[in-house]
């Protein structure tokens, strides 16, 4: 049986200030607080990525905590694609979707 899924918005804020570390979830949160980090991340020209799976183990994570290397390839592939769209001049002026 599977848990059910929750309606709630969520959001997960990652930092890879440290490159020598994996990213670290820097903050976390459902409902006002989830819609206060992407406001907070538009504001200052960050990419909001909507993928709700990732999310949902990304939530997992303790705040200041590194990912898990489980994680490694998934988030290495959103970065990847944030990457290719700022070397494109893509603006990151709206919500963006997961990379097909």
């Known amino acids: 049986m599977s848990e059910p899924a929750d309606p709630r918005q969520s959001a997960v804020a990652l930092s890879y200030l440290d490159k020598s570390r994996a990213p670290i979830v820097v903050a976390k949160g459902y409902g006002v607080t989830a819609e206060s980090i992407m406001r907070e991340a538009r504001a200052n020209g960050l990419y909001v990525h909507a993928s709700p799976a990732l999310n949902k183990l990304l939530m997992q994570v303790d705040l200041d905590q590194q990912i ?19 070397e494109a001049g893509t603006a990151p002026e709206k919500d963006v979707s997961q990379p097909n």
């Open 68 to 86: 898990p290397p489980q994680l490694y390839l998934a988030v290495a592939e959103v970065m990847a694609w944030i990457h290719g769209l700022e």
